[in-house]
């Protein structure tokens, strides 16, 4: 069974870091695509950012450049550094994962294409 469990989140000022991270377990298979989706009150839930099993990764337009999404596989977790934030890239933040899977790049842009996902963690920025 697939476990998703996210930490890192808080409250910064605009213009600041953080660094959200995902303890994951469970995966059977080694084909996959893990991602980070935030969602603000009122506005469906988006991607920002996806890692593929083979090392590709992909980003929402409104986040390239500034977020950074990676893996750690002694740890068994991923990361999502997010700098230069916006008070737009407040929202709950979650850690997301379809396996068996791929193609990160396309299933990001739609968060039914996975199938687990962590509890969330709060980001808040403000101006």
């Known amino acids: 069974q697939v476990r998703l469990v996210e930490s890192g989140g808080g409250s910064v000022q605009a213009g600041g870091s953080l660094r959200l991270s995902c303890a994951y377990s469970?995966?059977?298979?080694?084909?996959?695509?893990m991602g980070w989706f935030r969602q603000a009150p009122g506005k469906e839930r988006e991607g920002v950012a996806g890692l593929d099993s083979d090392g590709s990764t992909s980003y929402a337009d409104s986040v390239k450049g500034r977020f950074i999404i990676s893996k750690d596989n002694a740890k068994n977790t991923l990361y999502l550094q997010m700098n230069s934030l916006k008070p737009e890239d407040a929202a709950m933040y979650y850690c997301?994962?379809?396996?068996?899977?791929?193609?990160?790049?396309?299933?990001?842009?739609?968060?039914?294409?996975?199938?687990?996902w962590g509890q969330g963690t709060q980001v808040t920025v403000s101006s």
């Open positions: 469970g995966f059977t298979y080694s084909s996959y695509c």
């Open positions: 997301a994962a379809a396996i068996p899977g791929g193609q990160c790049a396309a299933r990001i842009l739609l968060w039914r294409n996975m199938n687990s």
